[in-house]
């Protein structure tokens, strides 16, 4: 428990917990905050037996939350993105309904979700798409339906997500 809080390592959050009792606090061992010195540390194994030794969760890593420790806003975006696959989204928008800095977004678009936000829209977009070339629509329509301007565009990045272009995708007769 030691090297894993030490190390930071994600892997044991909600495994154990680090309580600091010289500021009555408790972390997930991944915490960004600086350490404690370690008599000042206890390792409870559950958030129940932190608590009932008087600590109170870290602001910082938001142990009380684990394992939903995502923002508010990002919840909010990750919605409004499924909610709007049918239209093209730039960095301004999401600014604009956040409050939040373009690199706090990047940031934990690339830390969750492995990608960019820009990158994410872009494949709920072309799997929107895929799914209405499946169904019946054929290419152009669905470029359109999706927010693309152009074919070749559209035709380009769908090959890039899934490995064959859009007219592999026709629903069988």
Not at 143 to 172: H, I, L, N, W
Request: glycine share 6%; hydrophobic share 35%; proline share 5%.
């Amino acid at each position: 428990m030691v090297d894993a809080s030490a190390t930071r390592d994600s892997a044991y959050d909600g495994r154990f917990y680090v309580g600091v009792h010289s500021t009555g606090i408790y972390c997930l061992p991944s915490c960004k905050a600086k350490k404690p010195q370690l008599k000042n540390v206890i390792f409870y194994p559950t958030r129940e037996e932190a608590i009932s030794a008087g600590l109170r969760g870290c602001m910082r890593c938001k142990s009380e939350k684990f394992p939903d420790v995502l923002p508010v806003w990002l919840h909010a975006v990750l919605k409004f993105m499924r909610e709007h696959r049918t239209e093209r989204l730039n960095e301004n928008k999401l600014i604009q309904m956040t409050g939040v800095d373009i690199s706090t977004i990047r940031r934990y678009f690339k830390t969750h979700l492995g990608m960019t936000p820009l990158a994410f829209h872009r494949k709920l977009r072309l799997e929107y798409a895929r799914c209405l070339i499946e169904s019946g629509y054929d290419y152009l329509s669905a470029a359109y339906e999706c927010g693309y301007e152009s074919a070749s565009g559209f035709r380009e990045a769908f090959v890039r997500q899934f490995g064959k272009p859009p007219g592999r995708f026709y629903a069988k007769p």
